[in-house]
Antibody, heavy 121, light 107 residues
Framework: QVQLVESGGGVVQPGGSLRLSCAAS????????MHWVRQAPGKGLEWVAF????????YYAESVKGRFTISRDNSKNTLYIQMNSLRAEDTAVYYC??????????????WGKGTTVTVSS | EKVMTQSPATLSVSPGERATLSCRAS??????LAWYQQKPGQAPRLLIY???ARATGIPARFSGSGSGTEFTLTISSLQSEDFAVYYC?????????FGQGTRVEIK
């Protein structure tokens, strides 16, 4: 079955960096766009970033543009997000999610369980 | 950026009753609208996509309608497992945006 497993979360100081990973299995990873979505404690969902199946395009939320970089390794079925210049407001559970569209961009249809990032001194 | 506004923020419903949740887009998103359910401590789950298509494995008591700027999620007869937070999300444009959520609680 389709499975997404995030890792790499932890506690980091303001201004620090962290790289999250998402291991995918159970589907043709290289055919689907992938998203990162986050949820601050007690808050709603915030879409963060997207990368197309072939890495031809990336999109970012304004709140992370210039600080976060999404990438993927289709040979390893793995999605990444590099987070630099972290701020307290980046504290959240980070979910990776598979796009519903094969070779197209739609909504998320399968989500991982999430990994927690805490930005605190 | 398209702003998605959900109402009400909280809906109190008795088991077996009907629940109607609304989602409004600041500009038209055609039918590119999805609904998700999230229970405490869990990841969101896709319920509805393309405004009215049920995702795989979703019970028929969940239905979606609307297009353009006004959308509705209806749960025809609430079961105990349906008490959760529901989010709408547009995927017509970048950035993808979510509504703030509607919490469905037991009356």
């Amino acid at each position: 079955q389709v499975q997404l497993v995030e890792s790499g979360g932890g506690v980091v100081q303001p201004g620090g960096s962290l790289r999250l990973s998402c291991a995918a299995s159970g589907f043709s990873f290289s055919n689907y766009g992938m998203h990162w979505v986050r949820q601050a404690p007690g808050k709603g969902l915030e879409w963060v970033a997207f990368i197309r199946y072939d890495e031809s395009d990336e999109y970012y939320a304004e709140s992370v543009k210039g600080r976060f970089t999404i990438s993927r390794d289709n040979s390893k079925n793995t999605l990444y997000i590099q987070m630099n210049s972290l701020r307290a407001e980046d504290t959240a559970v980070y979910y990776c999610a598979k796009d519903r569209g094969q070779w197209l961009d739609y909504n998320m249809d399968v989500w991982g369980k999430g990994t927690t990032v805490t930005v605190s001194s | 950026e398209k702003v998605m506004t959900q109402s009400p923020a909280t809906l109190s419903v008795s088991p077996g009753e009907r629940a109607t949740l609304s989602c409004r887009a600041s500009q038209g998103v055609s039918s590119n609208l999805a609904w998700y359910q999230q229970k405490p401590g869990q990841a969101p789950r896709l319920l509805i996509y393309d405004a009215s298509a049920r995702a795989t494995g979703i019970p028929a008591r969940f239905s979606g309608s609307g297009s353009g700027t006004e959308f509705t999620l209806t749960i025809s007869s609430l079961q105990s497992e349906d008490f959760a937070v529901y989010y709408c999300q547009q995927y017509n444009n970048w950035p993808r945006t979510f509504g703030q959520g509607t919490r469905v609680e037991i009356k």
